[in-house]
């Protein structure tokens, strides 16, 4: 076993609690700004949608799945990859999304539907592949996950506080109108402060031991982008449905990512290093994108 599998990060249960209100607080602003309407509006393109979420839950995991079979890292980096590839979509998904050219309110309804499908299938997705991929079976039955006892706390970090903000913008509608901005900043700011913890708490960690993650998270991320963008594609979907499928798929909540590894996998180094480098890759990479697409309007497509 190599070294980067022996390291343990560190969080007191103290700065874990921290850190999971963190999350939970982030997802409630996050679901502020959601509206019955997002849902019927996603209703209009349901093949759009069906393929955004196939590509975000079934597709790109299996295909990391075959990844790291091709790789073969060290399986605490192996399964890092599985439990990233397993995430809902990421907090700025919409708007590179926006950014992009892409279409948005396709956007916003593949990222909300996908936390809500999250709830189950992160942690299906995790016990499944993990457990298939015979390396990491060890780490598993070490650790001892429990799928029901993660769907429970996926809940408890997705669902309740989707539920919350839903419950909340229906009700008041004025408080919500003054509340979504200030709340998107603070989203933003307490995320990053979130991933900047996770960092700042094991730095020494991260600065030794980055350059074995570097190139394998480059080939995952843009193996998720390519993922989305392909199977949206292969079903003729038009360019600004494309340019949102691929994004989705390629920008994964890795702040709830690094949550799991903290409370079910005792901070895992492996893990915990792939998945804090894809936080700050995916929005290099994601920008990037975001940033070529937005000088190019998207080509009519074919009738």
Known sequence: M?????VRLNFNPQTL????CVLGFVMFGVSLELKA?????????PRALAIGLLGHHVVFPAFTYLLVHLLEPRPSIALGMILVSSCPAGNISNFLTHFARGNTALSVSISTLSTLAAIVMTPLNIAFWGGLYAPAQPILRQVAVNPLEMLGHVFLLLGLPLAL?????RRWPRFTAWAQRPMKF???VFFL???LAALGANWQYFVIYVGMVVGVVFLHNASALATGYGLA????LTEPDRRAVAIEC???NSGLGLILIFNFFDGLGGMAVVTAWWGIWHIVAGLSLATFWSRRAPVPARP
Do not use: H, M, P, Y
């Open 37 to 45: 309407s997002d849902f019927r509006e996603a209703l209009r393109t």
């Open 193 to 195: 402060v979130f991933v």
């Open 186 to 188: 603070f989203s933003l």
């Open 165 to 169: 903000g839903l419950i909340v913008s």
């Open 17 to 20: 609690f921290v850190l999971n």
């Open 2 to 6: 190599s070294d980067i599998d022996l």
């Open 250 to 252: 390629g920008i994964q």
């Open 233 to 236: 594609w292969a079903v003729r």
